[in-house]
């Protein structure tokens, strides 16, 4: 009895140590406490960002159907840009945290530099394709006119705002590289408290903020990631944090700015390919009409809302990959990403079981016609019917990219989505006659094969002998 309190205490006082972000070293000790210490704040960061998609569609939702469909076509869209951040991100997260493995603090912030210039040179080109072009992007989506004038105003805003996306992933990508993930963690509770607060005030309007209607979403999202931002900006040059930045450290290091480049080019492959594909699927699901499009978003939102803690997880890995790698233990890597993988795999399990269970119940939370509920709790069934597939795949890629390397994953990306999931979605769901069903059926036998084929090579270990 008293070895279980005693279990009890340590475990109440590791989670405090997590959350507040206490010092330490991943290269040692247990790998069970090392896995819980990383993914505990990994996980609460990744809910608070699932929480932007579900606190945006539980309020727009209540404008029209119409705005519920736009915001699926924009995020499709918007997923081009989270494929270049998550890119960029992962050569910052294995980057940083092989620097910090090898104990050279100085060479990791000078990585950190590099990733923000890159980050903000390469957002400026995206603001203006958003801020000229938001009703032909709307338009080439499949988008009906209607759709179109109501929600333009959305696509506008969020992609015109896309440098807060862009940094928010880049310097929480440099956090937790160094092992820093509670300031990740900190950074998206400022913004989702924004966001939630900000979000009815101008969607609806309130005082002299007058209705934006769905554009309201855009505007307030974007106000919540931006204060994130600063607070980022902040914490590299003044707060705790093991990377510190100086003003004297904004200088181009052209053979850094290179090494991010050459590690980042993979994982922006392996996820341009995964988003492009959401997008064909997006323009697939646009055929049967918004209110099939509707339950196919909030299907996907409540999807991502549980996958986000074994996203949490998987980052976990990649930074134990990273910084052991740069340690010199390539068997405790590996150790760390089975361990990982069995307690992300458990955890997606029981999600499943709610999901298959309670799927009608959940759907109808966010909209209640008939169509919408229908079409949506049919797909997030189907998904969910793979998630212990999805959970090794997510945490077997991401050691790939913690270790640098990036190109693996971009292989496996093209084969199971341009390759298998594409061609099945269209044959099944348009050729075929399924119907949207077809496109639900291509995105898990995708997410299987991933998994599958990632064990497979991750087993082969020469992930083991990459060099950044």
């Not at 993988?341 to 009608?360: E, H, N, P, Q, W």
């Not at 709790?377 to 793979?386: D, K, M, P, Y």
């Not at 084969?415 to 999931?421: A, G, K, S, V």
Request: proline content about 2%.
């Amino acid at each position: 009895m008293q070895s279980k309190s005693l279990s009890f205490k340590q475990i109440v006082k590791h989670f405090k140590d997590a959350l507040s972000g206490k010092e330490q070293d991943f290269t040692s000790g247990s790998i069970r406490r090392a896995v819980f210490m990383l993914s505990i704040p990994m996980i609460l960061e990744m809910l608070m960002e699932s929480i932007f998609a579900l606190v945006d569609i539980l309020y727009v939702s209540k404008v029209s159907v119409n705005a519920v469909a736009t915001i699926g076509l924009t995020e499709s869209i918007i997923t081009l840009v989270y494929a270049v951040a998550i890119g960029l991100s992962m050569a910052a997260t294995a980057v940083v945290a092989r620097r910090v493995g090898e104990k050279d603090i100085k060479g990791a912030s000078q990585a950190a530099v590099q990733v923000i210039f890159l980050g903000v040179i390469i957002s400026m080109g995206i603001t203006a394709i958003g801020i000229f072009y938001p009703k032909d992007l709307l338009e080439l989506m499949g988008a009906e006119t209607s759709l179109i004038e109501e929600g333009y105003g959305y696509t506008q805003v969020l992609l015109g705002g896309n440098i807060t996306i862009m940094l928010l992933f880049l310097v929480n990508a440099i956090f937790r590289g160094a092992g820093n993930a509670s300031v990740a963690m900190w950074t998206l509770i400022l913004s989702n408290g924004l966001n939630i607060i900000l979000d009815p005030m101008f969607i609806f309007g309130f005082g002299p903020i007058p209705e934006y209607g769905v554009e309201g979403a855009a505007i307030a999202t974007t106000i919540g990631r931006g204060t994130a931002v600063v607070f980022q900006i902040f914490v590299l040059f003044y707060g705790y944090s093991k990377i510190k930045i100086r003003v004297k450290d904004l200088v181009l290091r052209t053979a850094v700015m290179l090494n991010i480049i050459r590690v980042s080019i993979g994982g922006i492959g392996q996820f341009l390919i995964g988003t492009s594909s959401w997008v064909f699927l997006m323009r697939i699901m646009s055929e049967f009409g918004s209110e099939v499009l509707a339950g196919y978003t909030i299907a996907i939102r409540v999807m991502m809302f549980s996958l986000m803690p074994a996203w949490g997880m998987s980052n976990a890995a990649a930074t134990l990959v990273g910084q052991n790698l740069g340690a010199k233990k390539p068997n405790r890597a590996e150790a760390s990403v089975w361990k990982t993988g069995k307690y992300t795999a458990i955890f997606m399990g029981i999600v499943s079981v709610v999901y298959l269970v309670f799927a009608t119940q959940i759907v109808s939370w966010f909209n209640t016609d008939a169509e919408v509920v229908k079409n949506g709790s049919l797909c997030l069934r189907v998904l969910a019917a793979g998630y212990i597939f999805y959970a090794y795949g997510m945490v077997i890629i991401q050691s790939f990219n913690g270790a640098g390397d990036t190109k693996t994953p971009t292989y496996i990306n093209l084969i199971c989505f341009w390759m298998i999931q594409l061609p099945f979605a269209y044959l099944m769901a348009l050729t075929f006659g399924f119907g949207p069903i077809g496109v639900f059926m291509a995105i898990t036998l995708a997410e299987v094969l991933i998994a599958i084929i990632g064990i497979i090579w991750f087993k082969k270990g020469t992930w083991k002998l990459i060099k950044i």
